[in-house]
């Protein structure tokens, strides 16, 4: 979309060397097929409410800002300064990686729908457990208990008295829910645990397991077909442990076609300089920085590439010194980077035109970020004061409901909720797209309805602050959550009451952001359609023919 209205448009300079050049920006050519790209690119929400060619102006000045703010980045130099070099290092080095893993792993660890169903349907998973526990103090308690019971002393009859949970006692050690793979360990049964209970039939009692403070011994009471969820969740699991196994199998393959080999000595220095704690700081010396810990075909691994991973780390997962520990570490954290990088551009990655083009395009969106972080970002200064202004000529932002109602629907990826959108939008039931297609649990019976109560707001984080934008009866999205990305219409707002400024105070400061933001990109804009006005050539009959033959 144009971030600001049309100006200094040069019509009619000349007949183009290509007819299907609709403007110039320098060098630059945009084509009608960029120009139907964009429009094919814009999501639903944001597309112009401009008829026929005033659109396709709208859209041609949109992209003439762009190639406006990319000139500028490149005279400014910005693609040369060695933040931006590393930050575009690392996203290229990032997206090659990650083309790789899904040929070499995410494409070769598939499953048909048909090959996952009968998977589950085989699968110990395929099933919900009525269970009964016998909970006891220590391991010689639980030694008695199996003893008892394979005297043919019934389960009930010695839950009743040995287990130290009385509530399930009575009940001859009876357990309330349902288990299955989607809740165990909501239910408070470790992952490793349930694996052996579901593998019992009915009527068997499993060895006893160490669970906590104390042991607990369980027998499948009955059991009962899962919910249609489940299959999705099993077959989740699936996928993840083929794409895991095929992971660490490419590893290997890696390995040994870039001759891996550790350096003892390297290591041994490396021991030497161990921090005293596995979560202190690894402080080394300049010259000990480049000694090898580890070689390979075309490179090495040096005790800084050690050291740097090892600072990001250190705070969330320990690390053992000794000389097994820095060689799983080296495996682990430091080769896959380094090793998938090497093969992906060994496999020409890189030249592929899809990734080159992916490459361009963020390659293009970075140069623009810095420096709309540079002529914008930094030029922003609120005040207290200016903040406390905001707040008090825009009420109606700070009224919060005690209870906002919407219908949700919730996609995995941003395609698939834009799709879904332009559904809604053209009038299909939001009932039945939210019971079809959104993946959040519990649709079937919600319908997508979700009842967000202001107390609550935390625990919907940006859904919650989006509908609290949103108008009553507005479509709003594909907006991205932690979980996917959600499209909803807000059916209800009830009982609107005004923030008092200490708890709106973030809220006003951030809308205000938002406000100068936006003045100060048309300032921009303005002042490159000015400096660079001489660069810019439209060429209006091309529109009007492009619209005229989109009429056609």
Known sequence: ????????????????????????????????????????????????????????????????????????????????????????EHERRQKLIG????????????????????????????????????????????????????????????????????????????????YGRGNVEEQGMPVEVAEEVFALAVGESSQPFEIGDRYEIFQVVAESPPPASYSLIHAQVQITKAAWARRKELMAELAAQFAVELDQEGIAVLLAKAPNSSSD???????????????????????????????????FRSVRFDSSGIAEFIQRDLLPAT????????????????????????????????????????????????????????????????????QEILSTTREEAEAVLQRALNGEDMDKLAERYSIRSGVEKTKGLIHMHAYGQTNYGTLYDEAMKAAVGELTGPVQLEEGYTVFKVMEKTGLQPDPFEKAAARARYWLKKEKEEELIAALLHRLKEKYASKIVLFEERLKKMDAEADI
């Open 281 to 315: 700081a690894l402080n080394l010396a300049e010259p000990d920085q480049g000694v090898v810990l580890c070689r390979f075909a075309g490179g090495q691994l040096t005790l800084k590439n050690f050291a740097d991973t090892y600072e990001k780390v250190r705070r």
């Open 99 to 178: 083309e790789l893993l899904r040929r070499e792993v995410k494409e070769k660890s598939t499953f048909s729908s048909a090959e996952l169903r009968h998977r589950f349907e085989q699968s110990k998973w395929n099933r919900m457990l009525k269970l009964a526990c016998i909970q006891v103090e220590t391991a010689e308690d639980a030694r008695q208990v199996v003893e008892e019971l394979e005297q043919g002393k019934g389960f009930g009859e010695v839950a009743k008295l040995r287990s130290t949970d009385r509530d399930t006692a009575a009940r001859g050690g009876l357990l309330g829910p349902l």
């Open 1 to 88: 979309m144009a971030l600001v209205a049309f100006f200094l448009w040069l019509f009619g300079c000349g007949v183009p060397e290509n007819d299907n050049v609709v403007a110039r920006v320098d060098t630059v050519a945009i084509t009608v097929e960029d120009l139907l790209r964009f429009n094919m690119d814009m999501p639903a929400l944001l597309r112009s409410a401009e008829p026929g060619v005033q659109m396709w102006r709208e859209y041609l000045d949109s992209m003439v800002d762009m190639e406006l703010m990319l000139l500028e980045a490149r005279k400014q130099g910005i693609d040369q300064t060695p933040e931006f070099v590393s930050s575009w």
């Open 339 to 406: 090793l998938l990088y090497k093969a992906a551009l060994k496999q020409g990655i890189d030249r592929d035109s899809s990734v080159a083009a992916w490459l361009e395009t963020k390659k293009k969106t970075m140069l623009i970020e810095t420096l709309k972080e540079r002529e914008v970002d930094q030029q922003i200064e609120l005040s207290d004061e200016a903040v406390r202004t905001y707040y008090q000529s825009h009420p109606h932002l700070f009224k919060k409901p005690k209870q906002i109602t919407i």
